[in-house]
């Protein structure tokens, strides 16, 4: 029997440590969970008696959205028509509501855009000019006036006229994808990236979610068990341009970088390819950031996982 009162030297047990994981190697984790499902696939032959089949349409959609390199290009395609949808598809409300709210000549430009005719005449004031003369009328001093309308509704007004139709439309398109079951196939894709920058290959789930909400993503996190990899994915998820930032993101690149262009349609691709551009900015920060921080403040290895990707299934309202 061994002593309780024998003294250990911490810095003896460390070196110790240090040896046995020297010894094993760095990927010992992931050797552990390979050979527990070798094991497991082993038994499973022995016991189990298959009859020769085909590749479910599944597998087959599988070998081409998770493959090495063509599941990148889609992961990206599908992206990018993702976020050419919410812009493109954001621009006609956007502009119907500030019409109504807040435009001078109220929803005049929007019919001579779209219908190429002149509004009615009780369309062609905005709520912003009509309360302009409500408060002229009454004879209110031009600091009330300035402060409730061009102030506290102006404000508002902008809000729901920039940020309210991208919503409605990023939204369901992202929980379309959720839906229909790719987005664990993306985490699949980024999982190597991940074990490279020294974080959890769930990570790349919670910065999917932070397309969503920032807010969401980081409660997700809570779905990684380390601590160092669950503090970096809280750290890093701030990198994803959550909903509320791409109407901001959609008028800057739209008022900014395709201002210059003539045609409308040539002014949505811009700005769709410009917004674009600023997410995969934001995840290649996210994978430096990740490296950097699990390389110093926050040094560790990458912990295995077991990712099962579901099957493939009809959205909801199907």
Known sequence: MTNPDRHIDPSLALQ????????????????????????????????????????????????????PIWGWPVMVAILAAVLWMTVVGANVPSSFLAGILMEEGGLGPFFQTHFGTAAPGFLALSLYELLHMGFAAIHSPEWVSGMLVDGVYLCLAWVIAVMLPPMAVFFPLFTLLEDVGYLPRVAFNLD?????????????????????????????????????EKLLAILTNNFMICNGRFPTVIAIATLMVASGATSGHLVSGIAAFTVIGVVLLGVVFTFLASWVMSRTVLRGEASAFTLELPPYRRPGFL
Do not use: Y
Not at 43 to 62: C, H, L, M, N, P
Not at 199 to 228: W, Y
């Open 16 to 67: 110790q440590i240090d040896q046995i994981r020297d010894a094993v190697g760095e990927r010992f984790r992931d050797e552990i969970v390979s050979a527990t499902f070798r094991a497991a696939e082993q038994i499973t032959q022995e016991v189990v008696r298959r009859s020769k089949r085909r590749a479910t349409w599944d597998e087959g959609i599988d070998r081409f959205m998770t493959h």
């Open 192 to 228: 190597p990236i991940f074990r490279a920058t020294g974080a959890h290959g769930k990570q790349a789930l919670t910065m999917s979610m932070g397309f969503g909400c920032n807010a969401a993503g980081v409660i997700a996190c809570r779905i990684i068990d380390s601590p160092r």
